[in-house]
């Protein structure tokens, strides 16, 4: 009870605040007529238990279904381009990339990177080892395409 009577004083208080701050004019009868929606909205809590309208799952947790492999996906795709650019952009050499996101303890976390060549170039290769390495990259595979 104490609970409904502080938000019942806050959104009271509110109302007159808005009210107060709020120039006179169309906008003011507008926001004023919704404050006061709010206000009955909140006073009449109480009666709708009477009536027997409550929510009877209130007590359960909230699960919302989330599509995660969808999100993977999405984000795989986004994170092997820029990865692509990159590299591009660093050793100047064209690449594909492919880095493969899952989603682990609440958290999405690069799984893997896979960086494909065009050209055979070993010590191109170890340079973009070492460089994905360098920015904390695990799984990473780096070859060449083969023709």
């Not at 989330?66 to 650019?85: A, N, P, R």
């Not at 899952?102 to 290769?125: D, R, S």
Request: hydrophobic fraction near 45%.
């Amino acid at each position: 009870m104490k609970t409904y009577l502080l938000a019942a004083a806050g959104v009271i208080f509110l109302s007159v605040i808005v009210s107060l701050l709020v120039p006179e004019g169309k906008l003011h009868k507008s926001i004023t007529f919704i404050m006061r929606l709010v206000c009955i909205a909140v006073l009449i809590q109480p009666i709708t238990g009477i009536f027997g309208i409550k929510d009877d799952d209130a007590s359960k947790p909230t699960d919302y279904w989330f599509d995660y492999e969808y999100v993977c996906e999405v984000y795989s795709e986004h994170q092997s381009g820029e990865l692509e650019k990159l590299i591009e952009k660093e050793f100047e050499t064209p690449v594909n990339c492919a880095v493969a996101v899952g989603y682990f303890e609440g958290q999405f976390k690069v799984t893997e990177v896979e960086v494909i060549l065009a050209e055979n170039n070993v010590k191109l290769i170890d340079e973009i080892y070492a460089y994905l390495d360098g920015l904390n990259y695990i799984n990473i595979t780096v070859y060449a395409q083969s023709t």
